[in-house]
Structure formats: C-alpha cells, structure tokens
C-alpha cells in the first residue's frame, strides 16, 4: 500500500483542509487507520476503512481554525497503520485488534509530518523591479526574503500623509468656524441696528401723534367757549 505525502494551506481564522490518497496496488483487501499526536485540532475523515484490491480512498484532513499564527515547526504528527483484512470485509468487520502486532500479523505504518504553508505565498521575485534596479527587498543567504525594512519605511510614509492631510482639514475647519463667528457677530450688530431704527421711528410717530391731538381739542375748545 502506498501512501501520497500532502500539505496543510494555513489561513487564519478559516478551517484548513486537504486530502491524503491511499492507494492499493495489491489483489488484496485492506484495511487502515489514521491516528494523530492531536485529535482536538484536527478532525479526520474517515479515520479507518476497507480499500479495495487495485482502487484508491481519499482521506480528508481537516485543522480548526487558528487565531493566531502556528509555529513555524510544527510537531504534530499522523500515523497510518494498514493491514491485510479478509477477503469481502467491509468497515464494520474492522476491530482495534486487528492493528495490534501480535500473533505474526504484519501492520505497515507510515508517518506523516505536519507542514504548515501560508494560503498566499509572496512571490519570489519582488514586483515592479526592473533590469538595472534594486529590488524592493533583499534575500539572506538562507534564500528567506526580509522585507522589514520596506514595510517599516512604507508605514512612516503613510503615517506621514495621512499627518498632513488630518493637519490640512483641521487647518480648514478652524478657518470656517472663525469665518461663520464673525458673520454671525456681524449679523447680530446689523439686527441691533434695526431694533434702535425701528424705536427712533415708532417715538417720532407718537410725539406727532401727540401733538396733532391737543392742537384738535385747542380747536374745539376755543369753538365751545365762542359759542358760549
């Protein structure tokens, strides 16, 4: 029986999966199971089976999403341990004994290491670099790209702008604020000015007023003491 080595996509907070291939080459019936060193971080489906002479069964291995980044050397570990099971079985004829090597009976194991690899790879060569330009970011002699350096240098740039910009419209609020106080200083000279106006006219109007009235009763006074 052989067994196709596979790789985990990480992606933070998003389940991972992949499948791992079981191939049998041979005129027999075998039976599997898949063990792992941590059953609550991952979940396999199926974790045992029959696999028929001369067919294939895909087994799907699937990782809880993670809220922080994993180590970059993971231990954890899968174990596949397949058998010859008789002839016609099916995946309720599969019993824990039937794994254990006692009595002569041949179990063939293989390991699998866990290998972590990021769901969006950067790419090896950095964009926007030209013939007869350096690169945006520089490779270690280990073939790492270390892209510090820019990404430090980039965040300033930004902050930097957007610094100004908060500046600029903080500038301009501050410039209309004292533009609409003092219209509204002037709004409230201009009204006072009309309240004095509109007094001067309203005394103007009762003094004539006044005056036209006692030069009437003057008049008909003098009448009533002609007459008389």
Not at 43 to 60: H, K
Not at 105 to 114: A, D, G
Not at 199 to 226: C, D, E, P, Q, T
Request: proline share 6%; charged share 25%; glycine share 4%.
């Amino acid at each position: 029986m052989e067994y196709v080595a596979w790789n985990l996509e990480v992606e933070l907070m998003k389940q991972s999966s992949c499948s791992v291939q079981l191939v049998n080459k041979t005129e027999k019936y075998i039976a599997f199971k898949v063990k792992t060193t941590n059953p609550k971080k991952y979940c396999v489906r199926p974790n045992s089976g029959i696999v028929l002479p001369g067919s294939t069964c895909n087994v799907t291995v699937t990782m809880q999403a993670q809220k922080a980044a994993p180590p970059e050397q993971c231990r954890d570990k899968f174990l596949i341990q397949s058998v010859v099971a008789p002839d016609g079985a099916t995946y309720k004829d599969i019993t824990p004994e039937m794994f254990n090597k006692m009595d002569g009976r041949v179990v063939e194991e293989f390991k699998l290491r866990v290998i972590y690899i990021p769901a969006n790879p950067p790419s090896p060569i950095p964009e926007g670099s030209e013939e007869g330009t350096p690169p945006r970011a520089f490779v270690h002699e280990n073939g790492n790209k270390n892209s510090s350096f820019e990404d430090v240098s980039r965040s300033l740039e930004e902050t930097k702008e957007k610094s100004s910009e908060a500046w600029s419209a903080i500038s301009k609020l501050t410039d209309e604020k004292s533009s609409a106080l003092q219209q509204n200083h002037t709004l409230r000279q201009e009204l006072e000015l009309m309240r004095k106006e509109i007094s001067r006219n309203r005394a103007g109007s009762f003094s004539l007023s006044f005056v036209l009235l006692v030069g009437l009763l003057g008049v008909l006074i003098g009448y009533l003491v002609k007459r008389a």
